[in-house]
């Protein structure tokens, strides 16, 4: 299998020159082998504009990888919500917090925004706290990578199918979710478990989250939640049980909702109600 992966390129100026040069031999080349065809095959007309754009730079790697290996075949369904306290949370009830060491990590980077705030401006001092600021954003992007790509595929080992709320969607629903969370950190974390499902032979099911946070995952009656109210009490039904665990309910039921000969739904979302 082949895959390419395509990057944009921002050279120094003196980089961007080397460049320029690689390309205006690579042109010389082409042109003169074209150069020769032309004249031995006498054809006429064809017009090369090789530096038509060059101001960008992309560039591409193209690598061959195994074919992906399919994990055996699993019929567990799971819905996740993005949790406001931790990573996220499961249909079943569990949570996924963020390591230890990435929580660390996201204080020190606030602990040194928080000084070069009080830097003076133009001074050395606040160009040192700038650089710190810079390497140890560059450091908690790495990790929170990282997490994602355990994350995604520890949930891909567990599960057949797994539930998601559709981001595009998200958007629209807008103060329906009254719930913020980091949309660019979650919109990697599902494009990262997105790829690893269909590596391994997993559904990934994306569900309209729009009000499934006031929605109870037993009997369907809204009940209107401020951000405060970490827990829901059905008042007409009586369930019991954290907000995030039940709006992953919710994303569940929706997802097996639109996946028609998904056997496992009514168990999985019981046994969820049970554990809850
Ligand atoms: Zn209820």
Redesign the pocket.
Known sequence: MRRTYRYRLYPTRQQAAALGTQVDEACRLYNAALDERRSAWRMHGISIRYLDQAGRWDVGFVVEIPEPELLPACEVAVGIDVGLTTFAVLSDGSEIANPRHFRAAERRLRVAQRKLARRRRRSRRRLKARQGVARLHAHVRNQRRDVHHKTARALVERYGLVAVEDLNTRALAGSLLAKSVDDAGWGQFLSILADKAACAGRRLVRANPAGTTQA?S????VVPKTLAERWRD?P????SLGRDHNAALNILRRALDQTPGWGVQAATVEDAHAVA
Request: aromatic share 0%; charged share 0%; net charge neutral.
């Open positions: 109870c037993a009997c369907g009656v059905c007409t039904c009586g369930l």
